[in-house]
Nanobody
Framework: QVQLVESGGGLVQAGGSLRLSCAAS????????MGWFRQAPGKEREFVAL????????YYADPIKGRFTISRDNAKNTVYLQMNSLKPEDTAVYYC???????????????????WGQGTQVTVSS
């Protein structure tokens, strides 16, 4: 059973940067596309970014294109989300997730993902 643990969240001013990490343990996420999602209070969980196993393809939601970058280090079983030019509307709990059986790329439906981390809070002040 793969376990995912996010870290790197915090409070930052608008325009600032944060780097989130997601470490896998208890197994390997070898071969799995990995995604980042976020959920703001009162809103549904939404897709943020996805990276394929080989890192050859990345996908981003429109609101964060050009500001966020997803990457992974398979040797370290870790996925990253570099977030620059943060805005107050980026405030949310950020989750990483592993998709064992991707139906399509990118798969933006959170219900299709099999493993989830506990989330890390990102708060952007104006």
């Amino acid at each position: 059973q793969v376990q995912l643990v996010e870290s790197g969240g915090g409070l930052v001013q608008a325009g600032g940067s944060l780097r989130l990490s997601c470490a896998a343990s208890g197994g390997t996420f070898s071969g799995y596309p990995m995604g980042w999602f976020r959920q703001a209070p009162g809103k549904e969980r939404e897709f943020v970014a996805l990276i394929t196993w080989s890192s050859t393809r990345t996908y981003y939601a429109d609101p964060i294109k050009g500001r966020f970058t997803i990457s992974r280090d398979n040797a370290k079983n870790t996925v990253y989300l570099q977030m620059n030019s943060l805005k107050p509307e980026d405030t949310a709990v950020y989750y990483c997730a592993a998709d064992r059986y991707p139906r399509t790329l990118p798969d933006t439906d959170p219900t299709h993902y099999d493993y989830w981390g506990q989330g890390t809070q990102v708060t952007v002040s104006s």
